[in-house]
């Protein structure tokens, strides 16, 4: 279905939102009465390429970090994980990286708290996006935050311009913040303006309900989602629905339902984007989309029971042996 050209250098690239993540150190009790955090790096995109760093792909990173410690700790901690970062620019305005406090009032109650004024990721300029380096990745990755101001806004679309012309195959996480976005409606307009080039959609439910407001007949249906936008580019359309787990469309009339394993879980978020790296290196490896939805949520439950995001991202052998520590169970 998706027509890799194995002959470039790059596996993957994302573009987007780089971020650190302070995450509460006392679980089980709410944000007021959190006194110590541990820091990793964070940004939904940041965390799917240091996903797919860790699986095994030669991957690199569009985006900006602030001019300070905290975006020389994303870059350093990219290198040590064997990401390129010859295109992560740095902001020379004064702009900070964002920072994401979390809660874990209990495994099941985690909430976050966002400081993302003047955020440096959303400073990356159109002039920053090279073509040259688009065209060198088999598959790109954007996802939704980035889209919510300018300049990043117009990099993004100049980044889905230089890949369609390139031939690079395009996924798109949805990564629907509400933090960062004026009103709904243009959530609506920008994501849709963006679906529209992107060949592989993930979302949950409530995203892509959001993206599709203008355009919704009846209750909302996965299966006329999926049509909506194979109508356009798109060759696989995924619909996340949390604990129910996921549902993947193809253009050639399959569909796909995952597995879930279970977990001891920690905490609730970093499902998502543990899921979608290890989907977008089954697609890259050619496996058919059972196996990549098994591997992705595999992983999911990994990272769900671990108190990181990014640090916890799997590698192949771990998500291999999970996978068969639950069959034997």
């Given at each position: 279905m998706l027509n890799f050209d194995h002959g470039r250098p790059m596996d993957f690239i994302a573009v987007g939102r780089l971020c650190v993540d302070l995450n509460a150190n006392e679980t089980g009790r709410p944000m007021e009465e959190t006194v110590t955090f541990t820091k990793y790096v964070g940004g939904s995109p940041a965390n799917i390429a240091i996903g797919l760093s860790r699986l095994g792909a030669k991957t690199g990173f569009v985006g900006k970090v602030s001019d300070d410690q905290m975006g020389r700790f994303v870059t350093d901690y990219f290198r040590k994980n064997g990401i390129d970062v010859t295109q992560v620019h740095v902001d020379r305005t004064g702009a900070s990286l964002g920072l994401a406090f979390t809660e874990i009032k209990s495994p099941t109650d985690c909430s976050i708290l966002m400081y993302r004024s003047n955020a440096a990721d959303l400073k990356l300029a159109p002039s920053e996006v090279s073509e040259e380096y688009i065209r060198s990745a088999k598959a790109m990755l954007i996802s939704g935050t980035a889209l919510a101001a300018s300049p990043s806004r117009e990099a993004v679309f100049l980044a889905l311009d230089f890949a369609r012309r390139n031939g690079t195959v395009v996924m798109f996480d949805l990564d629907y913040r509400p933090y960062t976005w004026n009103n709904e409606d243009e959530v609506a307009v920008y994501y849709r303006l963006a679906a529209e080039k992107c060949d592989v959609l993930i979302g949950t439910r409530e995203e892509f309900n959001l993206m599709e407001k203008f355009d919704r007949r009846g209750e909302p249906d996965d299966e006329r989602t999926a049509k909506t936008w194979f109508a356009h580019h798109a060759d696989i359309v995924v619909v996340k629905h949390g604990k129910d787990g996921s549902i993947a469309y193809t253009k050639e009339g399959t569909v796909h339902r995952s597995r879930t394993f279970p977990a001891k879980i920690v905490k609730t978020f970093g499902a998502g984007?543990?899921?979608?790296?290890?989907?977008?290196?089954?697609?890259?490896?050619?496996?058919?989309?059972?196996?990549?939805?098994?591997?992705?949520?595999?992983?999911?439950?990994?990272?769900?029971?671990?108190?990181?995001?990014?640090d916890a991202m799997p590698t192949l052998g771990q998500i291999e042996r999970f996978i068969a520590e639950c069959q034997s169970g």
């Open positions: 984007d543990a899921y979608a790296s290890s989907f977008i290196y089954g697609l890259l490896r050619g496996w058919d989309i059972d196996k990549c939805m098994e591997y992705g949520s595999a992983s999911a439950a990994i990272v769900i029971s671990s108190h990181s995001c990014s």
